[in-house]
């Protein structure tokens, strides 16, 4: 080797001992979870949760709440960032609660920027929070858990039972810009005597507006599975029987879905107006029934129909809600803008097309299972 | 025409270092080195620049573009059967004249250096958004433009050697994305014809300029072996180059709805930035290390044929000196140049539309004047018997 290539060597490697982008762990004060609400004089308020590590080691994890009120998201970071002890590290938060004051004035303010940071968690999850959010993430813990934690663990877990659609920060993007399907967020709510957090249910949004009605852990299943969304493992229990006055938990019967089926057909009767026809075809497991019976056929077919009786009643219901409050949670819009755009007037979705719809349900069930007993 | 035959002598005479490099690369290598030198920065923003003029049919438009390359291709292979042994810059000043000529070379030098500033620009500017939002321009630039000449500098046959391997880089770079096709809604894309046949027509333009690389073969053809210089090669790394184009578009298509797309910049690294699996995360940095060696491959290829080109003209043997001081030439250029967004854009905007006289062209004149020349001949021939 000559010596100017070991020369060449030796320079170089003073080049290469420093790095601008290092993030240290050390230097950084890692967000797990954030609240953003709308406070009195209708500027923003900023709640974060920071995980730290006490001197002590036997008392384990620790939370650190920190808040600030801002006139946009930077500036309330910029503020906090005067309160913590190290950088401002957004890269690891996990879920992100909006008060519902300020849902419904429109979210995407809000959100614009984790969409425009290269570093910000698109996978974290979103939650809107009748009354104010930043009660929730000012829990700190929650029996034994740490809030954030437990927030995205209550989200997921309904997501696994099929009361929530399977979202995050990234999937409400694409809903919100586009103009033929809404989507809905998980509604917690907050009570502050039991220090308990719930889901309430499905907050129903139009383009990037909460509207205010929502639908219920029970109705938002039934929308999943007439949107298609949710294909097996939904859970129902039913009331189907009045007779048992004394033992009343005869008269229920819980069953989980095996399989479900949409067929969906979208005519159009005149110019602009359409009528969607909604078949759901449910093969179903009967998990809980004291009454048992089923061996008998006729009884198991009078149980089915009152499973499908009351499942068609549920789904109107559904369907008008989700009407009343125009947000096209199954993308009809969609479709109509795919397949049906030579009807549409100038080829544009009008506005409250949705609640124009005249969108028909029929149910169709089937015992497939019981189980190992009849 | 004795002085053209005196300068042809001299030229071979002078590359006759370089003769025993050519004749070397085989069918394979020479698709990976097209399919190399096509795919590059382009690829990333390809989606947000069609979509607002061809709305979902901007996959169609990917396809149509691959056709009109092939085409271009074309002349380019028609080109370079009428001189076989000879690059573009030793077959021009035969063609059109030694100051036509030498203005020829000149001019597509020049054009590869520029492109060489834009790719790298461009590449800076994608890496400082994404993960570098401290480093300074230059130390990128340094890095990867250093890398590409220590590459650049070695004769071709071992350029190629790390093409073929580094295509593999590309499939890896296709099977990435595919975990995003999680979220796909075909709805997007329908109706198919919704934009019209022009907007479809005009967003080729779009595809076009993402998609060149193949006009360097006026420059690499005659290193191929000849039993190997099929047309085929060309065909088969186009069409490959145009279907994972084509895959790249329409898979951001239908994850992405259609407002949104208009503002992503980059929506292939926006798609992965977003998937989360177990145990991986940020699945956009992985796509960049790989699109890296992607636009790695492109600089070197193009490094290569400017180099080559100031070595016959400067009539030097070797191009290896000549390589480094150009990469050092082009870091004092990108030190100086403004790299705010819209004068990048703006620089692109002018490189990419100047491309179509030398992809198209000149190679069309070219022929056409080697071909009036070979008519003539043939005539004077006859009427001298």
Not at chain 2, 193 to 211: F, R
Request: with cysteine.
């Amino acid at each position: 080797m000559t010596n100017t290539k070991v020369c060449f060597i030796i320079l170089s490697l003073f080049l290469l001992t420093g790095c601008w982008d290092q993030h240290l762990l050390k230097n950084t004060r890692l967000i797990y979870g954030m609240a953003f609400d709308l406070d009195a004089e209708n500027k923003i308020e900023e709640t974060i949760v920071i995980r730290s590590i006490p001197i002590n080691p036997d008392t384990g994890m620790a939370n650190e709440v920190v808040s600030a009120v801002g006139d946009t998201i930077n500036d309330t970071r910029k503020l906090i960032n005067e309160k913590i002890s190290g950088e401002y590290g957004g890269s690891k938060n996990q879920v992100v609660l909006l008060g519902s004051e300020l849902a419904k004035i429109d979210i995407y303010p809000f959100l614009d920027n984790f969409y425009r940071e290269p570093l910000s968690p698109l996978s974290a999850k979103l939650g809107v929070v009748q009354g104010k959010a930043g009660d929730i993430i000012s829990l700190k813990e929650k029996d034994q858990n740490l809030i954030a934690e437990y927030l995205t663990e209550l989200i997921r877990n309904g997501e696994e039972k099929r009361i929530l659609p399977i979202q995050s920060i990234q999937t409400i993007c694409t809903h919100m810009f586009d103009e033929g399907k809404d989507f809905g967020l998980p509604l917690l709510q907050f009570d502050p005597k039991n220090r308990a957090v719930e889901i309430q249910g499905l907050a129903l949004f139009d383009g990037k507006k909460y509207t205010e009605n929502f639908l219920t852990p029970d109705q938002s299943s039934i929308m999943m599975l007439l949107s298609g969304e949710a294909k097996s493992g939904t859970e129902f229990t039913y009331k189907v029987n009045e007779e048992n006055k004394e033992n009343w938990v005869y008269n229920y019967v819980s069953f989980q879905v095996l399989k479900a089926k949409v067929k969906k057909t979208i005519s159009s009767t005149s110019s602009n107006d359409f009528s969607v026809q909604l078949g759901l075809d449910l093969a179903i497991e009967i998990d809980e029934y004291p009454k048992d019976h089923l061996f008998d056929e006729a009884y198991a077919k009078e149980l089915k129909t009152k499973i499908k009786k009351q499942m068609g009643e549920d789904a109107e219901e559904v369907i008008s809600l989700l009407q009343e409050a125009n947000s096209d949670v199954f993308g009809y819009g969609r479709d109509l803008l795919a397949y049906h755009s030579k009807q549409l007037q100038g080829n544009k979705l009008e506005k409250g097309y949705f609640k124009k719809l005249d969108i028909q349900s029929k149910i169709e069930v089937t015992i497939e299972q019981a189980g190992v007993i009849y | 025409m004795q002085s053209i035959e005196l300068l042809n002598r001299t030229i071979q005479e002078n590359g006759m270092n370089k003769m025993s490099d050519k004749n070397k690369i085989t069918w394979w290598v020479g698709v990976s080195i097209l399919i190399q030198s096509q795919i590059g920065v382009g690829i990333l923003s390809l989606s947000n620049k069609i979509h607002p003029v061809a709305k979902g049919d901007g996959w169609i438009s990917v396809i149509l573009s691959g056709m009109i390359v092939q085409l271009f291709i074309t002349i380019i292979w028609y080109l370079m059967k009428t001189n076989p042994n000879k690059t573009l810059f030793e077959f021009a000043p035969l063609i059109a004249g030694k100051y036509l000529g030498a203005l020829i070379n000149i001019s597509y030098i020049f054009y590869f250096l520029s492109t060489l500033v834009v790719i790298t620009l461009l590449f800076n500017d994608v890496l400082k958004r994404w993960i570098f939002f401290e480093t300074p321009n230059i130390v990128i630039s340094i890095l990867i433009l250093m890398l590409s000449a220590y590459i650049a500098s070695e004769s071709l046959q071992i350029i190629a050697r790390f093409f073929s391997i580094s295509v593999i880089f590309v499939i890896l770079l296709i099977l990435i994305t595919i975990p995003a096709f999680s979220f796909f809604d075909i709805r997007y894309i329908l109706p198919v014809g919704q934009a019209g046949v022009t907007n479809i027509i005009k967003a080729t333009h779009q595809v076009n300029i993402s998609i060149l690389g193949f006009e360097l073969f006026l420059i690499l053809m005659p290193f191929i072996k000849i039993k190997n210089r099929k047309y085929s090669f060309l065909l088969v790394g186009n069409i490959f180059t145009t279907v994972i184009y084509t895959f790249v578009v329409f898979t951001t298509f239908v994850v992405f709805s259609p407002y949104e797309i208009k503002l992503i910049i980059e929506p292939i690294l926006y798609m992965l930035k977003a998937l989360q699996f177990k145990l991986l995360d940020r699945m956009d940095l992985f796509f960049l290390s790989l699109w890296s060696v992607s636009v790695l491959t492109t600089l070197v290829i193009y490094l290569y044929s400017s180099a080559l080109g100031i070595s016959t003209i400067l009539k030097k043997a070797k191009h290896k000196k000549v390589t480094y001081l150009i990469v050092i030439m082009l870091l004092i250029i990108i030190y100086f140049l403004p790299k705010d967004m819209n004068s990048i854009n703006l620089l692109a905007k002018i490189i990419s539309n100047l491309s179509y006289i030398f992809t198209a062209g000149i190679p069309f004149i070219l022929l056409l004047i080697a071909s009036l020349k070979r008519l003539f001949r043939k005539k004077e021939a006859l009427t001298n018997d």
